[in-house]
């Protein structure tokens, strides 16, 4: 087969990859073996094709691979993630809630206030002695009352403004500290008609 | 009990390519029908061999780098909302390439329209080449690549072909992707890819002859009138 440098040049790719017929192939041997400028076409295509084949030729930034996972984390993973992550805020939120709830509750059975400093929740059933110059109503004998007193029905005491002694009146005192429910004090006021301390 | 000679074969066909090519594709298919059913922080795993490849066909066409990581990451999210598209018929590879190569084409396309330049020259792939006429060639060695300004002369080099050309070179000479992977992702025929490759790899040899310190180009002398190169 007489083949001219055309042909050589035309068929040097698939020379080098090998997909040529052995009979094509050994007769482009034969030329190149006889023709410098043939060889040197061959072989600076050979060069080529082993320096781009070089995977160290193309090496992308330092720290692309990071960014790339930390990208593709962010979108792709992102929603699943995000799932995770209400599940936890609302873990929290409920913990934080429950949590609210327990120390309220701790905070209306241990309370940090005195007893007297808060208005009765729990009227004793008698009539009670009040004094126009004192803050509390009493159980008449009680040895605290000092000066002219008046009798009333507790009710109206604590619609004056009067708050239940602290000494005749405990156990009444002490029947209310146990009720352990959390409610309003300004809600519980009104359903019992206790009004705020009259200005005196 | 078992027959050792059938043993013996099944341990010797373990050890072949073959079989763990085909268990490796298997390995990616159910990876993918995991990554579908919901299992996306699998997704990593399944492109993680293929993201150099893709980093490198992007770079070859939008040639710089940060444009180049741009592609990929654009590329692999494409892939991941498409993933339902994707049909096991087709090699996972070759599709993730096509995706890549669409995504740096229209990343230049953008580019190239603000500034109102072609994206491509329109050479003619009709017709044939001529390389230079050259007495011999001195290798470029391949350890010459450790030198920096070797590396930005290559890249340069390749950078300077026209975008179809460029194309089939790396995917055929850079990523060793065979002729009719290249033409699938490309959707160009293998007669295609055969004839820009060969212009490619002439062009550049033309490109990197004169060396890099001179030591190329002596043009090869012939009888008076059997000169191929006239």
């Not at chain 1, 936890?88 to 400093?117: Q, Y």
């Amino acid at each position: 087969m007489d083949l001219k440098c055309e042909d050589i040049w035309a068929g040097i790719s698939d020379y080098l990859d090998g997909d040529l017929e052995p009979l094509q192939h050994l007769a482009m041997t034969e030329h190149i073996g006889q023709c410098k400028s043939c060889q040197a076409v061959l072989e600076g295509v050979r060069n080529v094709v082993s320096l781009y084949g070089n995977e160290n030729l193309f090496a992308p930034a330092p720290g692309f691979q990071r960014r790339l996972r930390s990208w593709l984390t962010e979108r792709v993973e992102g929603p699943k993630g995000s799932w995770w992550g209400w599940v936890a805020a609302i873990g929290l939120t409920a913990a934080l809630a429950a949590s609210l709830f327990l120390a309220v509750v701790r905070d209306h059975s241990n309370p940090l206030r005195a007893p007297m400093s808060d208005p009765a929740r729990q009227t004793p059933q008698q009539l009670v002695a009040v004094v126009e110059a004192g803050k509390l109503f009493h159980q008449p004998g009680c040895p605290v009352i000092h000066g002219k007193f008046r009798l009333v029905t507790p009710e109206e005491a604590l619609r004056e403004g009067y708050t239940p002694c602290p000494r005749c009146l405990g156990e009444d005192l002490r029947t209310v500290e146990q009720v352990t429910k959390p409610v309003e004090v300004g809600e519980n006021r009104d359903s019992l008609g206790v009004k705020e301390s009259p200005k005196r | 009990m078992p027959d050792p000679l059938r043993t013996w074969e099944a341990s010797v066909s373990d050890l072949t390519g073959v079989d763990r090519a085909a268990s490796g594709a298997g390995e990616e298919k159910l990876l993918i029908q995991r990554i579908r059913a919901g299992e996306s922080d699998l997704f990593y795993q399944l492109i993680r061999p293929y993201e150099r490849r893709i980093y490198v066909i992007a770079f070859t066409i939008v040639r710089n780098q940060a444009d180049a990581e741009d592609v990929v990451q654009e590329a692999l999210l494409k892939a991941f909302t498409h993933l339902a598209q994707f049909r096991n018929e087709a090699r996972f590879s070759t599709w993730l390439t096509q995706i890549a190569i669409n995504e740096a084409r229209m990343k230049l396309r953008k580019q190239h329209s603000s500034t109102l330049r072609p994206i491509d020259d329109q050479e003619n792939d009709e017709g044939t080449y001529t390389p230079r006429n050259l007495m011999d060639w001195r290798d470029i060695p391949s350890e010459s690549l450790e030198r920096s300004e070797i590396r930005a002369k290559l890249i340069a080099a390749l950078a300077s072909l026209a975008h179809k050309y460029r194309e089939v070179f790396v995917l055929r000479d850079v990523q060793h992707m065979t002729t009719e992977e290249t033409a699938d992702a490309l959707g160009i025929s293998t007669g295609l890819v055969k004839t820009r490759l060969l212009r490619a790899r002439l062009m550049l040899r033309d490109l990197l002859a004169d060396g890099f310190e001179g030591m190329f180009g002596k043009p090869a002398q012939f009888p008076k009138g059997t000169n191929p190169w006239t």
